[in-house]
């Protein structure tokens, strides 16, 4: 059996506003916003890839995301 690659994994808005040290619904607005992708779950909820938020982490740390 294929071990998890972490970078496929989804976070929540919280483990994301964590690790940027901002409001959940500062993730949430950013997403509505097109900054960062969202995936929806059947119950409605936002869930964001890893991979793509650690792009983004290291884009702020650079100064060169859009803020």
Not at 45 to 63: N, T
Request: proline share 6%.
């Amino acid at each position: 059996m294929q071990q998890p690659n972490p970078d496929d994994a989804l976070l929540t808005p919280s483990e994301v506003a964590a690790m940027f040290r901002v409001n959940p619904k500062t993730v949430t607005r950013w997403a509505r916003a097109g900054k960062i992708s969202a995936i929806r779950t059947l119950g409605g909820h936002r869930r964001f890839r890893a991979a793509e938020i650690h792009r983004f982490l290291e884009q702020v740390d650079e100064g060169t995301a859009e803020g």
